[in-house]
């Protein structure tokens, strides 16, 4: 099993920046692939960006040219990095962990941005 924690979240003004942590422990060895998503109050879960050694980086268009996702490997940790943030930016972030035997992945409890306008 891999056990997955999120921090870095908080109240920001709009334009401001956050730099998010996803830390997994456990059975790291089995990751494949890191993926943040985020849940807007009242809104489904959407995927925000995601990272593995098959298929590098990806982040939603919507994202591109304010978010970086990257990952420190001997840390088992995945950095969100959040630029010119805006008030739609406000949800609760996620980041899910996906291994050789869990296509589904582990989730995290979420960690909380809310941008200020």
């Known amino acids: 099993q891999v056990q997955v924690v999120e921090s870095g979240g908080g109240l920001v003004q709009a334009g401001g920046s956050l730099r998010l942590s996803c830390a997994a422990s456990?059975?790291?060895?089995?990751?494949?692939?890191f993926g943040w998503y985020r849940q807007a109050p009242g809104k489904q879960r959407e995927p925000v960006a995601t990272i593995s050694g098959t298929r590098g980086t990806v982040l939603d268009p919507s994202n591109q040219g304010r978010f970086t996702i990257s990952r420190d490997n001997a840390k088992n940790t995945v950095y969100l990095q959040m630029n010119s943030l805006k008030p739609e930016d406000t949800a609760v972030y996620y980041c899910?962990?996906?291994?050789?035997?869990?296509?589904?992945?582990?989730w995290g409890h979420g960690t909380r941005v809310t941008v200020s306008s």
């Open positions: 899910n962990v996906q291994t050789l035997r869990t296509a589904a992945g582990y």
């Open positions: 456990g059975s790291t060895f089995e990751i494949t692939r």
